[in-house]
């Protein structure tokens, strides 16, 4: 049997190694070559300037804050099943059903919130809806507020919350 | 004692101190800044007075202002020694601070047969001074991790025990090489040896003619300064932070301005001892002196030729990408800047005109070679400065076994053996 043995060369036993300063000597000029290249044109450096730049690279299977979908006709998707609430990891989804008028299905949430302080964004909401009524489509990464308050998401903020990957309306209800 | 060497000392005690702690948010801001242009990072890049970004360099005193509004936190554990464990900071700060004052910014400057210095201390052993304050600067290091009361700053100023064991010997003896070949203790004496020519061509920087020790010199500062790759003392990785565990808020800053002090320091020794201090190459003080209008016509030539590169630098660099929509003021921003350095050039012309060709005034001439030669001694310690930077983010930490191992297994006898080969040398040769 012919086994493949590659012999890896030990270092550090030549005369050269044991002196050091060539080995300081090639780190220096690694790190003196992009020193000098960056200074010499600080805007070819391969960075976000994050607040005036923004990320173009999110997809659309990225996790991003919450949205309630909606049906064809405007009217809410959620049917007030529970089922997020229930698959939920961290407690975070707090529902209110209500009745029905609007004359699609039995049930509506009469209140819907997140609260995103506690969210994990594990999508396990999102996995759960029989309805395709919450998703995490919006591409949002970035949620800020002045007060604790200000990060637990009601129905109206869920709802105006847009999905940024091309699908507006719930794929389950129509 | 006359009105100009009042004057003079007055100078260069401010250029001393100004020197010593101005640098320190500038080698902050630098450390941070070359960092993160090694690794392809902007790093601190925001922060301005008025649009006045200066490259970043307001972010260290906006830093100095949180650390002195930081709440004083003083361990409850520590019973005995508290007075000592507050003190040590300051002695690691106020050592580094008394080294760098040998240090000559010019040279000696005659005024009406007066000698005056261009140094902070005027004194003639600048050496000996500097060995004898800059090994104090560890006891500082020593008390202050042994008096947290805390295992990992115990271990802290253990390793720096250990280091100074390791590198004292070495640094002695090489600076006793440099001493024999300069035949003198003096730092300014050092740099007017260096003025001078080796083997006809070459400038006799000591990095040419004693090569072996230069570069146990510059290793063996690399230690005392605590710098990558000799911050075993620190070695956060392992011991936290090592002797400054248990140190906050403005105890925290004295240790880590200490620590950019004495680079700051150990950079000014080693362009002073073996980079020709504030001499360029070739030309020595007297031959500027004799050649005055040609030393103003060519610094009339170069001056301006530096500030345009200078400005066209800052128009490339100081603007924001074409995908950022506003440009924070830097427009305005390089607009100012290039109209001062622009005013500040046409008025250093017309200074050197006057003096090259209609004034004859040798007091005039001399004071302007001073100047240029702070303004030369300055470009070289930050150069070095940048170059104590730039190993820091090359080279890994040693262990501090193997940092004992090169103390004293390779350091010490080439240092004996260079100082062996020098007298020889010296004694054969006088």
């Known amino acids: 049997m012919k086994q493949k043995i590659t012999v890896i060369p030990r270092y550090g036993s030549s005369f050269k190694d044991k002196l050091y300063l060539p080995a300081i000597y090639d780190g220096v000029k690694v790190t003196f070559k992009h020193l000098f290249d960056n200074v010499s044109d600080i805007n070819a450096v391969d960075t976000l300037e994050y607040p005036e730049e923004q990320p173009t690279d999110i997809t659309d299977r990225y996790r991003g804050l919450h949205r309630l979908t909606q049906r064809s006709d405007d009217s809410i998707a959620c049917v007030a099943c529970f089922m997020c609430a229930t698959a939920c990891p961290s407690n975070c989804i707090f529902i209110e059903a209500t009745e029905r008028e609007d004359g699609h299905d039995e049930k509506m949430p009469k209140s819907f919130f997140i609260d995103t302080l506690e969210c994990v964004f594990c999508g396990y909401c999102v996995e759960a809806c029989p309805c395709d009524a919450i998703r995490m489509d919006t591409g949002i990464f970035s949620l800020t507020g002045n007060s604790r308050e200000d990060f637990v998401l009601n129905k109206e903020q869920l709802l105006a919350n847009k999905g940024a990957f091309g699908e507006e309306n719930s794929c389950a209800r129509d | ?430």
Do not use: C
């Open chain 2, 1 to 430: 004692m006359s009105l100009a060497a009042i004057l003079i000392a007055i100078l260069s005690f401010v250029l001393g101190a100004l020197l010593a702690l101005l640098t320190i948010p500038v080698l902050v801001w630098l450390e941070r800044r070359v960092a993160s242009l090694i690794q392809d990072r902007l790093g601190p890049n925001r922060t301005n007075v008025f649009g006045f970004r200066f490259g970043g360099v307001v972010q260290s005193f906006a830093d100095v202002v949180k650390l002195l509004l930081k709440e004083e936190y003083y361990p409850s554990h520590i019973k005995t020694g508290k007075w000592l464990f507050m003190l040590a900071p300051v002695i690691t700060f106020a050592v580094a601070l008394l080294a760098f004052m040998a240090i000559p910014f010019a040279d000696t400057l005659h005024i009406d047969g007066e000698a005056l210095r261009v140094q902070a201390l005027p004194i003639d052993y600048g050496v000996l001074w500097y060995l004898a304050i800059g090994a104090i600067g560890v006891l500082g290091v020593i008390f202050g991790g042994w008096l947290s009361h805390n295992k990992y700053a115990l271990l802290g100023s253990a390793r720096a025990g250990s280091m100074v064991i390791s590198y004292e010997l070495p640094l002695g003896l090489s600076i006793l090489a440099f001493i024999i070949t300069y035949n003198t203790v003096d730092f300014n004496a050092m740099v007017q040896w260096q003025s001078g020519t080796f083997f006809a061509f070459l400038p006799a920087w000591g990095i040419l003619v004693q090569p072996i020790a230069s570069i146990i010199l510059i290793v063996s500062l690399f230690a005392e300064t605590n710098r990558n790759p000799f911050t075993v003392a620190e070695g956060e990785s392992e011991i936290v932070a090592g002797f400054m565990t248990e140190h906050t808020a403005m105890k925290f800053a004295m240790y880590f301005m200490g620590e950019y002090i004495a680079m700051n320091t150990a950079s000014a020794v080693i362009i002073t001892v073996i980079f020709g201090g504030y001499q360029i190459p070739w030309v020595s003080t007297e031959m500027m002196l004799q050649n005055f209008s040609v030393f103003a016509m060519v610094l009339m030539i170069s001056v301006p030729v530096i500030v345009g590169l200078l400005i066209k630098w800052m128009r490339k660099n100081n603007t924001v990408r074409p995908t950022v929509s506003t440009d924070s003021g830097r427009n305005f921003e390089t607009k100012v800047l290039t109209i001062a350095l622009l005013s500040m050039t046409a008025l250093i012309e017309v200074i050197l005109l006057y003096l090259a060709f209609f004034a004859d005034s040798s007091l005039a001439n001399s004071i302007t070679v001073m100047l240029f030669q702070i303004v030369v001694f300055v470009v070289k310690l930050m150069m070095f400065n940048i170059f104590f930077i730039l190993i820091r983010w090359t080279v890994p930490r040693f262990r501090y076994d193997q940092v004992q191992h090169l103390g004293w297994y390779y350091l010490l006898p080439l240092s004996l053996l260079n100082l062996f080969i020098t007298a020889l040398v010296v004694v054969g040769i006088t």
